[in-house]
C-alpha cells in the first residue's frame, strides 16, 4: 500500500485525473477542491449504475423480473443507509428524497402544523436549514462564539426562554464555510431536555463523519438526519430523510402514487411509511448509488480514509495561515480529532473573492468556491459585519449592484486528494497574494471574474461522449 495522503484512494473516484485549460493555450491536470458542494461519484458507483441501468424498473407491485429486481435494490439500498446512521427502525423511517433541502423542508411543512410552535436555529445554518423555518415555522436564532462555534449555553437559554414553544432545535452536523463540527449530542440532550426534538442537516459531515443516531430512549439521540448522495460520491439526484415514525400525521407534503392504499370517490386511505412519504416513481437509480457508494466507503475503510483526509486538510489550513496576507475564516487554531473537516475559507487582503477564484481556475488549473456558500448570515458573522454594514451591503444587492457582496473563498477536500495538490494549490494562493496575476480579468454585473475577452474553449469530452 502506498504511503498516506500520495493518492492510494484516487483510483476509486471517477474523473480526478481530467486535464483543464489554461490561458495561453496549455492544459494541466486538474485539481478538484470544491468537494464541499458536489463530489465525483466513485468508479464502483458509476460503473453499478451503468450496469443497472440495463435492469431499471418501477418499483413496487410490479411482476416484471425488472421490476422485482430493482425493487430488491432499491430497498437493500435503505437497508444500508439505516445500518450506516444505525438507525432503529421500529422508531424511525428512512425515506428517499431529492436531497437533503427536500428533506428540510418536508420536515419544515410537517412542523408548520404545529400552531405556535418555533424551531431554533443558529447563525451558523445553510439557507437551506435557515429559509424553511423562517418562512413556515417561524424561528429563533441563536448567536454564535466569536470564532464561529456553536454556542450551547445560547441555545439553553433560549430554549428556556421558549418556555416550552420551541418544538425543534435544527442544526448543521458541520458547517460548509469553516468545517466546525458541531456538538451533536450535546445539542440533542439539551433540546430533549425542554421538550424539543433536534433536526440534524448532515450534507457536509455524513460523507467525513460516521454519524450515530442513538436509540430512542438515549438523551443524545438525533431525530431527524438529513443528507444528499451528490456530497457521497453518488452525485445521480437521491437524498435521505430520517425521521421519527410518528412525526408524520395525516396527508403527506407531497401527494400522488404509490403514497395510498385506496382513493375512492369521497376518500383517501393513506398507505403506511415509508410509502406514504415517497409519492411518485422514485429516484431508483439514486437510491442505488447512495447505497452502493455507502458500501464502497466502508469496505475501502471509512475511518482510514477520513484519517487521510483530515491530514491534508491540517496541511492546508496550516499552510494558508503562514501565507502573507492571508485570513483564514474561524481561525486556525488546533482543532480535537474529528472536529474540524477538511475545509478551509479565506481571503486574501485587497482582493476579491471572486478574483482569487478565477485566477486559481484559470491560471493554476485549481477549481474552489466563492461568495458566502449559501450561509450568508454566518459569513458576515466571520467577517465580523456590523448590522449597519450587511444593511448597506442588503441595498446594493437589492439594487442589483451584486457586486457589493463579501465573501471569502473555499477549498474542500476528499479523500482521493494529495499532498501534492495541497502544496500545488498552497503555491498557487501564495502567488496570488503576492500580486502575481498574470492575466486581465473583468467582473461581471453578478459578481464573478472572468479573464478579459473570455478564455479559450476546448471541445468538451461531453460532446464526444453523446455523440458516441
Same mark, same amino acid.
Given at each position: 500500500?502506498?504511503?498516506?495522503?500520495?493518492?492510494?484512494?484516487?483510483?476509486?473516484?471517477?474523473?480526478?485525473?481530467?486535464?483543464?485549460?489554461?490561458?495561453?493555450?496549455?492544459?494541466?491536470?486538474?485539481?478538484?477542491?470544491?468537494?464541499?458542494?458536489?463530489?465525483?461519484? *466513485?468508479?464502483?458507483?458509476?460503473?453499478?449504475?451503468?450496469?443497472?441501468?440495463? /435492469?431499471?424498473?418501477?418499483?413496487?407491485?410490479?411482476?416484471?423480473?425488472?421490476?422485482?429486481?430493482?425493487?430488491?435494490?432499491?430497498?437493500?439500498?435503505?437497508?444500508?443507509?439505516?445500518?450506516?446512521?444505525?438507525?432503529?427502525?421500529?422508531?424511525?423511517?428512512? %425515506?428517499?428524497? +431529492?436531497?437533503?433541502?427536500?428533506?428540510?423542508?418536508?420536515?419544515?411543512?410537517? @412542523?408548520?402544523?404545529?400552531?405556535?410552535?418555533?424551531? /431554533?436555529?443558529?447563525?451558523?445554518?445553510?439557507?437551506?436549514?435557515? *429559509?424553511?423555518?423562517?418562512?413556515?415555522?417561524?424561528?429563533?436564532?441563536?448567536?454564535?462564539?466569536?470564532?464561529?462555534? %456553536?454556542? =450551547?449555553?445560547?441555545?439553553?437559554?433560549?430554549? +428556556?426562554?421558549?418556555?416550552? +414553544?420551541?418544538?425543534?432545535?435544527? =442544526?448543521?452536523?458541520?458547517?460548509?464555510?469553516?468545517?466546525?463540527?458541531?456538538? =451533536?449530542?450535546?445539542?440533542?440532550?439539551?433540546?430533549?431536555?425542554?421538550?424539543?426534538? #433536534?433536526?440534524?442537516?448532515?450534507?457536509? /459531515?455524513?460523507?467525513?463523519?460516521? %454519524?450515530? $443516531?442513538?436509540?430512542?430512549?438515549?438523551?443524545?439521540? #438525533?431525530?431527524?438526519?438529513?443528507?444528499?448522495?451528490? +456530497?457521497?460520491?453518488?452525485?445521480?439526484?437521491?437524498?435521505? =430523510?430520517?425521521? !421519527?415514525?410518528?412525526?408524520?400525521?395525516?396527508?403527506?407534503?407531497?401527494?400522488?402514487?404509490?403514497? %395510498?392504499?385506496?382513493?375512492?370517490?369521497?376518500?383517501?386511505?393513506?398507505?403506511?411509511?415509508?410509502?406514504? @412519504?415517497?409519492?411518485?416513481? !422514485?429516484?431508483?437509480?439514486?437510491? $442505488?448509488?447512495?447505497? $452502493?457508494?455507502?458500501?464502497?466507503? /466502508?469496505?475501502?475503510?471509512?475511518?482510514?480514509?477520513?484519517?487521510? &483526509?483530515?491530514?491534508?486538510?491540517?496541511?492546508?489550513?496550516?499552510?494558508?495561515?503562514?501565507?502573507?496576507?492571508?485570513?483564514?475564516?474561524?481561525?486556525?487554531?488546533?482543532?480535537?480529532?474529528?472536529?474540524?473537516?477538511?475545509?478551509?475559507?479565506?481571503?486574501?487582503?485587497?482582493?476579491?473573492?471572486?478574483?482569487?477564484?478565477?485566477?486559481?481556475?484559470? &491560471?493554476?488549473?485549481?477549481?474552489?468556491?466563492?461568495?458566502?456558500?449559501?450561509?450568508? !448570515?454566518?459569513?458576515?458573522?466571520?467577517?465580523?459585519?456590523?448590522?449597519?454594514?450587511?444593511?448597506?451591503?442588503?441595498?446594493?444587492?437589492?439594487?442589483?449592484?451584486?457586486?457589493?457582496?463579501?465573501?471569502?473563498?473555499?477549498?474542500? *477536500?476528499?479523500?482521493?486528494?494529495?499532498?501534492?495538490?495541497?502544496?500545488?494549490? *498552497?503555491?498557487?494562493?501564495?502567488? #496570488?497574494?503576492?500580486?502575481?496575476?498574470?492575466?486581465?480579468? &473583468?467582473?461581471?454585473?453578478?459578481?464573478?471574474?472572468?479573464?478579459?475577452?473570455?478564455?479559450?474553449?476546448?471541445?468538451?469530452?461531453?460532446?464526444?461522449?453523446?455523440?458516441?
Amino acid at each position: 500500500m502506498n504511503s498516506p495522503h500520495t493518492g492510494q484512494w484516487r483510483e476509486h473516484f471517477a474523473g480526478v485525473d481530467l486535464p483543464v485549460p489554461l490561458l495561453g493555450g496549455s492544459t494541466v491536470t486538474g485539481i478538484n477542491f470544491d468537494n464541499a458542494a458536489s463530489t465525483p461519484p *466513485l468508479t464502483r458507483v458509476r460503473d453499478v449504475v451503468n450496469g443497472f441501468s440495463d /435492469l431499471y424498473s418501477s418499483v413496487h407491485r410490479g411482476t416484471g423480473y425488472k421490476s422485482r429486481v430493482s425493487t430488491e435494490a432499491y430497498e437493500h439500498a435503505r437497508e444500508r443507509v439505516s445500518q450506516f446512521l444505525g438507525v432503529d427502525e421500529s422508531d424511525q423511517v428512512v %425515506i428517499f428524497v +431529492k436531497g437533503t433541502t427536500d428533506a428540510l423542508n418536508r420536515i419544515a411543512a410537517e @412542523e408548520a402544523r404545529l400552531d405556535g410552535r418555533q424551531v /431554533l436555529v443558529t447563525e451558523m445554518e445553510h439557507h437551506a436549514d435557515l *429559509l424553511p423555518w423562517r418562512h413556515r415555522s417561524g424561528h429563533v436564532m441563536v448567536g454564535l462564539s466569536d470564532g464561529g462555534h %456553536i454556542d =450551547l449555553d445560547a441555545i439553553e437559554q433560549a430554549l +428556556k426562554k421558549g418556555h416550552g +414553544k420551541i418544538s425543534l432545535v435544527a =442544526l448543521c452536523g458541520a458547517s460548509n464555510v469553516t468545517g466546525f463540527v458541531s456538538p =451533536l449530542h450535546e445539542v440533542a440532550e439539551l433540546a430533549h431536555r425542554y421538550g424539543a426534538r #433536534i433536526s440534524v442537516d448532515a450534507a457536509q /459531515l455524513a460523507p467525513h463523519h460516521r %454519524i450515530d $443516531v442513538r436509540p430512542a430512549d438515549d438523551p443524545g439521540h #438525533i431525530d431527524f438526519v438529513s443528507l444528499s448522495g451528490h +456530497k457521497m460520491y453518488a452525485p445521480y439526484g437521491a437524498g435521505v =430523510l430520517v425521521a !421519527p415514525r410518528d412525526f408524520f400525521a395525516g396527508a403527506p407534503e407531497v401527494m400522488g402514487g404509490g403514497a %395510498i392504499d385506496i382513493v375512492t370517490w369521497d376518500d383517501t386511505v393513506w398507505t403506511d411509511l415509508p410509502d406514504r @412519504e415517497e409519492a411518485g416513481s !422514485p429516484n431508483v437509480i439514486g437510491a $442505488v448509488a447512495l447505497g $452502493v457508494a455507502i458500501e464502497t466507503l /466502508l469496505e475501502l475503510g471509512f475511518e482510514a480514509m477520513l484519517e487521510d &483526509e483530515m491530514a491534508l486538510g491540517t496541511r492546508m489550513l496550516e499552510g494558508l495561515t503562514e501565507i502573507p496576507g492571508v485570513g483564514v475564516l474561524g481561525g486556525a487554531e488546533p482543532s480535537t480529532p474529528g472536529g474540524r473537516l477538511a475545509l478551509s475559507s479565506f481571503v486574501v487582503e485587497g482582493l476579491h473573492h471572486g478574483l482569487v477564484a478565477a485566477a486559481l481556475s484559470h &491560471e493554476h488549473g485549481i477549481a474552489v468556491r466563492h461568495g458566502c456558500f449559501c450561509a450568508n !448570515p454566518y459569513v458576515f458573522h466571520l467577517l465580523h459585519m456590523s448590522k449597519a454594514e450587511v444593511v448597506q451591503v442588503e441595498g446594493e444587492v437589492t439594487a442589483g449592484r451584486r457586486k457589493a457582496l463579501p465573501g471569502a473563498v473555499r477549498a474542500s *477536500l476528499a479523500p482521493y486528494n494529495t499532498e501534492a495538490e495541497v502544496d500545488r494549490f *498552497l503555491e498557487a494562493v501564495a502567488s #496570488i497574494a503576492r500580486g502575481r496575476i498574470r492575466a486581465s480579468y &473583468e467582473q461581471a454585473a453578478d459578481g464573478t471574474f472572468a479573464p478579459a475577452g473570455g478564455w479559450p474553449r476546448i471541445p468538451s469530452p461531453l460532446h464526444a461522449i453523446v455523440k458516441h
